[in-house]
């Protein structure tokens, strides 16, 4: 097991792609803090599943777009397990609206969930990695938008386009402390936040036959990736993000 006796962070964590990384942490043996906003019963029902793995979990609520409630989840963290070694800056939504009717919520919405949560829940848990030592992980889940346009979507590529400079510079300034940030970008994959094209036949057909692959990714195959990155076979990247998509970016300009 990889990741024996790490302590993760998984925000968002209680369903879709988060979810996914919560169990495949834990298989590879690592203790689980799931941070969730709704659904505690689903927080519980994983955090049991995390149990029956051998593992130790707690479920926080903390909505991660608050920077006092970011300090109480990596404080929870601390004061269950003693540190923190990876921090899975996951938490995510998007409103699907063009730059010219997003309104001012929407948009601060979208940015604060998305990008605002994963600067400062970097800057939390590099702040804890560095003051118990020995380095740790930071995985920032972006997406393929944060390189590729998605028109009808601009605030959701913005805060993934931001994602993507927070990587790479947290990546630099934090080296020297032998924190690795790396993000993982991911294609379509079938979770809730893709339920209106995934429940439209006519839209779904369309998004597969764009993507080389053929389908969506399986929430699984995002997690596996981001297990390896959490592990020690990953141990000299940093500072930039792994694509997981399909082969859609080489592919399909304009979806
Ligand atoms: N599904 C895809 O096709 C896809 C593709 C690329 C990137 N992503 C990214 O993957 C991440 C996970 O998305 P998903 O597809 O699993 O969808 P999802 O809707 O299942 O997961 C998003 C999670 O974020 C949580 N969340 C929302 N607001 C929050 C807040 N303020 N504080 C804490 N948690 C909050 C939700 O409750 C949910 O658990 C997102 O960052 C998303 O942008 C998804």
């Not at 203790?31 to 593992?55: C, F, K, M, W």
């Amino acid at each position: 097991m990889n990741l024996k006796g790490k302590v993760a962070i998984v925000t968002g964590g209680n369903s879709g792609i988060g979810m996914a990384i919560v169990l495949e942490l834990a298989r590879q043996g690592a203790n689980i803090v799931i941070d969730y906003v709704v659904h505690p019963e689903a927080t519980e029902e994983l955090a049991s599943q995390v149990r029956a793995l051998g593992d130790r979990c707690i479920g926080v609520k903390a909505d991660v777009s608050q920077v006092a409630e970011l300090q109480n989840l990596v404080a929870a963290a601390v004061k269950e397990f003693g540190r923190v070694d990876i921090m899975v800056n996951n938490a995510g939504v998007e409103t699907r609206t063009s730059v010219l009717d997003t309104t001012e919520v929407q948009y601060e919405k979208v940015m604060n969930i998305n990008l605002k949560s994963a600067f400062f829940g970097t800057q939390l848990a590099a702040q804890q990695m560095i003051q118990q030592g020995g380095g740790g992980r930071i995985i920032n889940i972006s997406s393929v938008h944060e390189d590729w346009p998605m028109p009808g979507n601009t605030a959701y590529c913005l805060s993934k386009g931001g994602m993507r400079m927070l990587t790479r510079t947290a990546g630099l300034e934090l080296a020297p402390h032998n924190i690795l940030v790396v993000g993982v970008g991911p294609g379509a994959v079938a979770t809730p936040i893709n339920a209106g094209t995934m429940n439209d036949p006519e839209l779904l057909k369309k998004l597969n036959s764009a993507i080389p692959l053929g389908r969506m990714a399986k929430p699984e195959e995002i997690a596996s990736l981001v297990a390896f990155l959490a592990g020690d076979g990953a141990s000299y990247m940093t500072a930039t993000t792994i694509f997981a998509d399909g082969g859609i970016m080489q592919s399909s300009p304009g979806l």
